[in-house]
């Protein structure tokens, strides 16, 4: 069931679902509380099953993203994303390659180890979503690279803002380094949402000119693997989020209302990261078992350390 289709017995049975829901589109909810509140709701079984948390996750999660890029400058777009090239390519090939070799090295499911390199590379479920059917992955291959990159963008929301006031980072450094080392979009854009303005705007655009790659990526992936290449699904909310940046842009006067859009989708991101929460469970996390985790740990510290150093150093 849908967000916008239930029933009043639903809302009146789980109400302190949908509380938490409203709260989460005030200041007073950040997106690590949000996260948090979500998981300790579903460990207490307190989550409607009238409601599918990934659709409506997916759907909310597009629309916040889209209303992202009416805060952000064109030029500022096109400079990040142009500046940065080199490190988004150079960071997918090196993740997909030592992925491939520590899936052969820990003897672990070739496709299974595929699909979490890809989330680790390009934008975590998005990507594992994209690839999945174009490599003809089964229904528990994609949940257990799911489960794997869910719980590390659990993680990441915690541990990024305070590794980058620890490391003094500036807010153009952080956004770059979120949105290289961080799987899915939501999680990049509420650490860096929590860091600073100018994180969120250089982290949304770089992460989603990473995204772009789910494209390709998915294709050689159906090459590799013998699968369909009709199968592979679109990313179209990356369309729309560049098409509302050319709106900002060309559009001036529309000032006001493009900065209550943006502050807005700031906003349902944090419900969106809620919601997030509200699927992961502690028997999602030990279904995954050890072998996806120690993959999926070993490759974000790969990325995040050699990101982090590049970033600093070079």
Same mark, same amino acid.
């Given at each position: 069931?849908?967000?916008?289709?239930?029933?009043?017995?639903?809302?009146?049975?789980?109400?302190?679902?949908?509380?938490?829901?409203?709260?989460?589109?005030?200041?007073?909810?950040?997106?690590?509380?949000?996260?948090?509140?979500?998981?300790?709701?579903?460990?207490?079984?307190?989550?409607?099953?009238?409601?599918?948390?990934?659709?409506?996750?997916?759907?909310?999660?597009?629309?916040?993203?889209?209303?992202?890029?009416?805060?952000?400058?064109?030029?500022?777009?096109?400079?990040?994303?142009?500046?940065?090239?080199?490190?988004?390519?150079?960071?997918?090939?090196?993740?997909?390659?030592?992925?491939?070799?520590?899936?052969?090295?820990?003897?672990?499911?070739t496709k299974t180890?595929?699909?979490?390199?890809?989330?680790?590379?390009? &934008?975590?479920?998005? %990507? *594992? #979503?994209?690839?999945? $059917?174009?490599?003809n992955a089964k229904? !528990?291959?994609?949940?257990?690279?799911?489960?794997?990159?869910?719980i590390l963008n659990?993680?990441?929301?915690?541990?990024?803002?305070?590794?980058?006031?620890?490391?003094?980072?500036?807010?153009?450094?952080?956004?770059?380094?979120?949105?290289?080392?961080?799987?899915?979009?939501?999680?990049?854009?509420?650490?860096?949402?929590?860091?600073?303005?100018?994180?969120?705007?250089?982290?949304?655009?770089?992460?989603?000119?990473?995204?772009?790659?789910?494209?390709?990526?998915?294709?050689?992936?159906?090459?590799?693997?013998?699968?369909?290449?009709?199968?592979?699904?679109?990313?179209?909310?990356?369309?729309?989020? &560049?098409?509302?940046? %050319? *709106? #900002?842009?060309?559009? $001036?006067?529309?000032?006001?209302?493009? !900065?209550?859009?943006?502050?807005?989708?700031?906003?349902?991101?944090?419900?969106?990261?809620?919601?997030?929460?509200?699927?992961?469970?502690?028997?999602?996390?030990?279904?995954?078992?050890?072998?996806?985790?120690?993959?999926?740990?070993?490759?974000?510290?790969?990325?995040?350390?050699?990101?982090?150093?590049?970033?600093?150093?070079?």
């Open positions: 069931m849908k967000l916008g289709t239930i029933s009043f017995q639903t809302v009146k049975r789980h109400l302190p679902f949908f509380l938490i829901a409203v709260l989460c589109l005030l200041p007073v909810i950040s997106s690590p509380i949000a996260l948090v509140l979500g998981f300790t709701l579903a460990s207490l079984g307190l989550i409607p099953d009238e409601i599918d948390l990934g659709k409506s996750t997916k759907r909310l999660l597009s629309y916040s993203i889209i209303g992202l890029g009416f805060g952000i400058q064109l030029q500022t777009a096109i400079s990040a994303s142009m500046q940065n090239l080199p490190l988004i390519l150079g960071s997918i090939i090196f993740t997909l390659l030592l992925g491939f070799i520590l899936t052969k090295a820990l003897k672990f499911d180890g595929h699909l979490i390199s890809a989330g680790t590379a390009i &934008c975590g479920g998005s %990507a *594992i #979503a994209a690839v999945a $059917p174009a490599i229904s !528990e291959q994609s949940a257990i690279a799911l489960a794997t990159v869910f659990s993680v990441a929301l915690f541990l990024f803002p305070a590794l980058g006031h620890l490391f003094s980072m500036s807010q153009y450094d952080f956004g770059v380094w979120s949105a290289i080392a961080i799987h899915d979009t939501s999680s990049v854009v509420g650490a860096a949402s929590a860091y600073g303005e100018e994180a969120l705007t250089t982290a949304t655009t770089i992460k989603l000119a990473r995204a772009l790659w789910i494209i390709p990526i998915a294709l050689l992936s159906a090459m590799a693997f013998g699968g369909d290449k009709k199968r592979i699904t679109i990313p179209y909310f990356i369309g729309f989020y &560049c098409l509302a940046i %050319a *709106i #900002a842009h060309y559009f $001036p006067q529309g000032q006001a209302v493009y !900065e209550v859009l943006f502050e807005l989708s700031k906003r349902v991101l944090v419900l969106c990261l809620f919601l997030i929460g509200a699927g992961i469970t502690v028997r999602k996390m030990r279904a995954a078992g050890p072998k996806p985790l120690l993959l999926g740990v070993l490759l974000w510290l790969s990325i995040g350390t050699s990101s982090l150093l590049y970033i600093l150093y070079l």
